[in-house]
């Protein structure tokens, strides 16, 4: 006989049957998590019949351009999970400081830090875009949570997440005992238990990067991405390349399937560009439960402490001998590139040198460019 389908409720409260430890405030903060998302996921679809798509003129924290469904999300967030008692504070990608729980309101003992609309950028061309939250434990005692309470570092997460809207809408979460997929069934408007304890593959054959960037990324990751593109049938490679630029999307691709996604630094972007709080961690939680790793080239994604509320990270994620295999690249110390050295062979690319092993040496592409110029004028002994 088929297995009875779950409703995302359901399944939530079937595995606080099983955990003892489990509270029902816990539980109740992932239900409004899952309300917000709905409502977010009625007007996302909608977008393009509504006529709702556009910039709102302003300007996030981070020089961005604010689409309305940013603003909408954060808000449909902010209101929701503001009134629900279970709060101590929220941050917000779209807000600069933390954002306190609505005066009036009973304050409680979590904190969510959350991405209304990542990847909204991509809204107009119908491409997927996600919600991403992480549930933290407050740390404070008394009175509103603070900006102590949102920067802990992601080991610490109780509970993290991603809604994925798209021609098939998706929430996937971690309370750190396995990830679990649903699939909203839009005729019911319940989320469908639909793939239960997602693993992700130890290796796959594709990685995920904005290659644009590849001239500023450390020499360890040019080499890395160099070394996927060649042929070796142990290892499956070359790798293909799948790269949306919603990480959510990327991210989701590569847990069913298997793979790498990349953001190093870049010139523009030297530590990295994609968020601890909002991004990174949540994500990592994720993907160390589901049996992959998240590394930022050299120390464990949950391990960062985060020391202001935007700081970014370079973000190396996904398939665990992937994660490892790009990190020693990083760190000048895989197998090829030693063997390289022992043989003192030139490098395989031209114009390249040992690996990088400083911790975010992101500008060294334009470094190189520099140094390139200098050796070339002191060899034409031209200005
Ligand atoms: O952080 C926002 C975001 O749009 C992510 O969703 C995505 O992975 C990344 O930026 C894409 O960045 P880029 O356009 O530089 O490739």
Redesign the pocket.
């Known amino acids: 006989m088929a297995e009875r389908a779950l409703t995302l409720s359901q399944f939530i409260l079937q595995q606080d049957y099983s955990n003892p430890e489990a509270s029902g405030e816990f539980t109740s903060l992932l239900m409004d998590i899952a309300l917000a998302a709905k409502m977010i996921n009625r007007l996302v679809i909608r977008a393009g019949l509504v006529d709702i798509l556009g910039l709102t003129g302003d300007e996030n924290v981070h020089g961005e351009q604010v689409q309305r469904l940013d603003v909408f999300a954060h808000e449909t967030l902010h209101q929701i999970l503001g009134s629900t008692g279970q709060l101590a504070v929220l941050a917000s990608e779209e807000d600069e400081g933390v954002v306190p729980v609505p005066p009036g309101q009973r304050v409680g003992k979590y904190v969510v830090n959350f991405d209304p609309l990542?990847?909204?950028?991509?809204l107009d061309a119908n491409v997927n875009v996600g919600t991403i939250f992480s549930i933290l434990p407050r740390i404070t005692r008394k009175g509103g949570g603070t900006l102590e309470d949102c920067l802990q570092p992601g080991h610490r997460q109780l509970a993290a997440g991603y809604v994925m809207y798209g021609s098939s809408t998706m929430l996937v979460y971690t309370t750190g005992d396995g990830v679990h997929g649903f699939t909203f069934e839009p005729s019911i408007g319940e989320f469908m238990l639909s793939h239960p304890s997602i693993r992700t593959p130890s290796r796959g054959h594709v990685y995920s990067a904005?290659e644009g960037?590849e001239r500023t990324w450390p020499e360890g990751i040019r080499r890395y991405v160099d070394w996927l593109k060649r042929d070796d049938a142990a290892t499956r490679r070359p790798y293909n390349l799948r790269?949306i630029?919603?990480?959510?999307a990327?991210f989701h691709r590569n847990l069913l399937y298997g793979g790498i996604f990349l953001?190093p630094g870049t010139a523009r972007n030297p530590q990295g560009?994609?968020?601890v709080l909002y991004?990174a961690a949540p994500l990592a939680f994720i993907a160390e439960q589901a049996g992959g790793a998240a590394s930022d080239g050299h120390r464990r994604i949950l391990d960062l402490q985060p020391t202001s509320l935007h700081e970014r990270t370079q973000l190396f994620l996904g398939s665990e001998e992937d994660v490892r295999e790009c990190e020693a690249f990083l760190q000048g110390r895989h197998p090829e590139l030693t063997t390289e050295r022992r043989n003192h062979r030139p490098a395989a690319r031209s114009g390249t040198r040992p690996a990088e092993r400083r911790a975010v040496g992101a500008t060294d592409g334009v470094a190189r460019d520099r140094r390139a110029k200098k050796d070339r004028r002191a060899r034409t002994g031209r200005r």
């Open positions: 990542d990847g909204s950028s991509n904005n960037n790269y630029g919603s990480l959510v990327d953001y560009k994609l968020r991004e």
